[in-house]
């Protein structure tokens, strides 16, 4: 597991640990990669959740992205097509909504299409209550899998998609912390 302890201890390896092994179960085939990234924030939960939970508006919080437009309802099975911004080994990615769990904060999407090297990706993100500066926090904790793409090696699949995914969890973490400083602690509404 890969992270920002942001000067945490030892205890809360060890919390993040077990919300791994409970909520990050990913089926890990022979030429696939996999790996999980924590980063704490100093955000409640409700905050952030209203941001990582808009799979109709992942342009909120991801820098990368440039547009998404969301095929049906907000619902397990929905597609969006992402348009990624230039820069980037990608133009398009259609991505399917697996899970969206607004009692325990679980967000789970498979890309199943679109113009990039992610082939076979899932991704699960979950979110965690922690006290952070004697304040409520959110430990944010996304995993993935992945296909290693011909001519890399799983430390350089892994090494791109972690790279990436902690650019998104600190435009997360800005933004919701940049929210909380507003004392906007209610959930967002965008």
């Known amino acids: 597991m890969n992270g920002n302890s942001n000067g945490f201890g030892s205890g809360a390896a060890v919390v993040a640990s077990e919300y791994v092994r409970r909520h990050h179960r990913h089926e890990i085939g022979e030429n696939q990669c996999s790996s999980a990234l924590v980063k704490h924030i100093k955000a409640p939960v409700p905050l952030v959740w209203s941001l990582v939970r808009r799979f109709d508006q992942p342009q909120k919080y991801k820098p990368f992205v440039s547009r998404c437009v969301v095929q049906g309802n907000l619902e397990i099975g929905s597609l969006r097509e992402v348009d990624v911004k230039s820069g980037l080994p990608a133009t398009t990615s259609t991505e399917r909504l697996e899970l969206l ?9 498979r890309i199943v299409g679109g113009d990039h090297r992610l082939k076979n990706y899932s991704s699960i993100s979950s979110l965690h209550p922690e006290i952070i500066d004697g304040r409520p926090g959110t430990l ?9 793409p011909e001519g890399n090696t799983k430390d350089e699949t892994c090494y791109f998609v972690e790279a990436l995914i902690k650019c998104n969890l600190k435009s997360l973490a800005d933004v ?12 967002i509404h965008l």
Not at 176 to 187: F, H, I, K, W, Y
């Open 101 to 109: 769990d607004d009692d325990e904060h679980i967000l789970s999407i």
């Open 140 to 148: 944010v904790i996304e995993s993935f899998v992945v296909d290693v």
């Open 176 to 187: 919701s912390e940049g929210l909380a400083v507003q004392d906007r602690t209610e959930p």
